[in-house]
């Protein structure tokens, strides 16, 4: 099965349109995470980017690349941004917001594991074609607390990972601001925040779901 991204994608929320410019992506922000994968707590947010063809909409079927053995599923909340510019405190950081949604970070794990130890970049292991399955977009507005969003992902009914945003060590609203110092925000960008514990294994005919009480539900089937 080859894989076409569509140049046409795009994001309505709340009668505007945002065409996906940068995928961020927010790695090591849940404690239990952390420690599954015997890493060391950050001091500063691990930010990394995908491309923005890294998407997928939900309901297509993802490929397993051929360039790694163990791709393991890290479900996440994920925001868009709606304006452009830089928050210059974290009180104005959610004023960033336009849409919050679910998405997945594919990770390739034995990919990165070699990589670490080199000391080399995560690309190979995170940045490829189909890593970035995501959810359609809610309206932010005051019946989302971006502290306390609850989510989970769930492989052939079993559920593998559950989490809330509460537990993340950097907030959503931290990050925003953190990565302001950095980037200047553009319409379109897109921030992956991080996973919670119980990252695992996923194997071609599995049908992977996720889910927040708060978002929605979307699904994607796992192929060969």
């Not at 410019?21 to 922000?29: E, K, L, M, T």
């Not at 971006?146 to 989490?163: T, Y």
């Amino acid at each position: 099965m080859d894989y076409n991204w569509s140049d046409s994608m795009q994001f309505i929320v709340n009668h505007s349109v945002y065409t996906p410019v940068r995928i961020f992506c927010i790695g090591q922000n849940y404690i239990a995470h952390i420690r599954e994968l015997k890493n060391e707590v950050p001091d500063e947010p691990v930010v990394f980017q995908k491309p923005f063809t890294s998407l997928v909409l939900p309901g297509e079927k993802v490929k397993i690349p051929t360039h790694g053995k163990n791709l393991h599923h890290e479900v996440e909340v994920v925001v868009l941004i709606g304006k452009e510019g830089k928050a210059y405190s974290v009180d104005e950081a959610s004023s960033f917001v336009a849409g919050v949604s679910l998405g997945l970070d594919l990770t390739l794990r034995d990919v990165q594991t070699a990589l670490r130890k080199k000391g080399l970049p995560w690309e190979a292991a995170k940045a490829f074609e189909q890593s970035a399955p995501i959810g359609e977009f809610t309206p932010f507005g005051d019946h989302l607390d971006l502290k306390n969003i609850s989510f989970e992902c769930r492989v052939n009914g079993e559920v593998r990972q559950k989490g809330n945003t509460s537990n993340m060590i950097f907030s959503i609203e931290m990050l925003i601001y953190k990565m302001s110092k950095i980037w200047r925000f553009r319409p379109g960008d897109v921030i992956y925040t991080g996973t919670p514990e119980g990252v695992a294994p996923l194997n071609p005919g599995d049908k992977i779901t996720i889910f927040s009480p708060d978002i929605g539900e979307f699904e994607w089937e796992i192929v060969s």
